[in-house]
């Protein structure tokens, strides 16, 4: 049972563009939100995190908006460059365990 | 500071043989756990511990085992190892009893192949 919902799988973005990435979550219990980066070969890496209390959260060129009554929330990266280009994961936990529930990823690639 | 330690990076196994992946951090990060990173499939947790001597499944746990006797290791038992288990293997700690709130920080992965 998949929880929290990516998309789109794969994006192509030339530099310069706006890159945006949606998920939608199930479980109302969750309460923290973080985006991690991943580039190949390497582990997964936090990029910019949200709580439910807030509706957007911008760090640099990266900007998450969160819609709590629609159970969505979405990354924006400005400007986008092609150092950018990896796959990006939407996550949530929350409830007893706290256990993080990724997205099934979206591959960015940022064309020069 | 090393963060999150996997060994090894790569390895290839033949149907039915046992292995350990080893994860080790060295941040005095109570909660650890492994995932398995598949095509089109995203993270999927394996196993978790929030500390030393607890742990617990998670959604995908049939043929792993774990075990934390330390803070600081957390190994990932394949028992007799199947091609359904060919996967990129990654471990994550986070500060705390859980990673509600906090920062995961992962491994480099173990890229594990059954023929």
């Known amino acids: 049972q998949q929880q929290v919902k990516q998309s789109p799988q794969s994006l192509i973005v030339q530099k310069g563009g706006i890159s945006i990435i949606n998920c939608a979550y199930e479980n109302t219990a969750f309460d923290y939100f973080p985006w991690y980066q991943q580039f190949p070969g390497k582990g997964p890496a936090l990029l910019i995190a949200?709580?439910?209390?807030?509706s957007e959260k911008k760090e640099g060129r990266f900007t998450i908006s969160f819609n709590k009554s629609a159970k969505q929330f979405s990354l924006h990266i400005m400007d986008s460059q092609p150092g950018d280009s990896a796959t990006y994961f939407c996550a949530a936990n929350g409830g007893s365990q706290g256990n993080l529930i990724f997205g099934k990823g979206t591959k960015l690639s940022v064309k020069p | 500071n090393a963060g999150v330690t996997q060994t090894p990076k790569f390895q290839v196994l033949k149907t039915g043989q046992s292995m350990t992946l080893q994860c080790a951090q060295d941040m005095n990060h109570e909660y650890m756990s492994w995932y398995r990173q598949d095509p089109g499939m995203g993270l999927r947790l394996i196993h978790y511990?929030?500390?030393?001597?607890?742990?617990d499944q998670g959604e995908v746990p049939n043929g792993y085992n774990v075990s934390r006797s330390t803070t600081e290791d957390f190994p990932l038992r394949l028992l007799s190892a199947a091609p359904s288990q060919t996967s990129v293997y990654f471990c994550?700690?986070?500060?705390?009893?859980?990673?509600?709130?906090?920062?995961?920080?992962f491994g480099q992965g173990t890229r594990l192949t059954v023929v």
């Open positions: 949200i709580r439910p209390d807030v």
């Open positions: 994550a700690s986070s500060y705390g009893g859980s990673t509600r709130n906090t920062e995961a920080f």
């Open positions: 511990s929030v500390g030393a001597g607890i742990t």
